[in-house]
């Protein structure tokens, strides 16, 4: 079974540049996350998609960032624009089912560095 | 307010030893509690979880334990090996709808496992 796959997996911008990443979730898998993990912290979640609808973004910087997963499948997130401190990894993770529990599944994340 | 707290940040084991990571928690409404491991440019994957409902859980040479009254869990390794070196992180979720919650994972920081052949 493929895992969750990131592109690109490394990205550097200048302050106020835009820039998007994209995450192809495990097949059949209904539930979708991204996260930022900055340098010496633990993942941030920013927001889960159940199918092709938001369940949480309360953690997301609505002002610059944007989310989006076209028919319940893949899954792109936008910075626009960046800031120095958006420097960080940002991971995607899926999960099969729409219940609580149950493993998520993290692909290998997008390392963005902004100059 | 970080509520998934793990305060050591890096520890090293000798290969054929007993690893202990710690981690705490503030939130006594935390029902479930699970461990990542990551490697390197790699994403997490999970390792074990516990619910609030029991003390231990155990899963070959790993066993995470909890202690709801301290509000404290243990992941425990062994016997330790080179290959378990990596950063592990402890994550804990709220019941689903309590204050909002749609029961997603709070991590910690992560500690960094070292196990020296």
């Known amino acids: 079974e493929a895992g969750v796959a990131q592109s690109p997996r490394y990205k550097i911008i200048e302050k106020r540049q835009s820039v998007a990443f994209w995450c192809n979730p495990i097949s059949g898998h209904a539930t979708l996350y991204w996260y930022q993990q900055i340098l010496g912290q633990g993942p941030k979640l920013l927001i889960q998609f159940q199918n092709n609808g938001v369940v949480d973004d309360s953690q997301l910087p609505k002002d610059r960032f944007s989310a989006e997963r076209l028919k319940g499948v893949d899954s792109t997130l936008k910075i626009q624009p960046a800031k120095l401190e958006d420097s960080a990894v940002y991971l995607c993770?899926?999960?099969?089912?729409?219940?609580?529990?149950?493993?998520?599944?993290f692909g290998p994340g997008t390392r963005l560095l902004v100059l | 307010d970080q509520q998934v707290k793990q305060n050591s940040p890096s520890l090293s084991v000798q290969e054929g030893r007993i690893s202990i990571l710690n981690c705490d928690y503030t939130n006594s409404m935390f029902d479930y509690f699970l461990w990542y491991k990551k490697y390197p440019a790699e994403g997490p994957t999970f390792l074990i979880s516990i619910s609030s409902i029991k003390d231990k859980n155990e899963d070959g040479r790993f066993t995470v334990f909890l202690n709801k009254s301290a509000k404290h869990l243990s992941l425990h390794i062994v016997p330790s090996q080179p290959g378990d070196s990596a950063v592990y992180f402890c994550a804990a979720s709220l019941p689903l709808n309590y204050g909002g919650s749609q029961g997603n994972l709070i991590f910690g920081k992560g500690t960094k496992l070292s196990v020296k052949p």
């Open positions: 993770a899926s999960r099969p089912g729409t219940g609580r529990l149950g493993t998520q599944y």
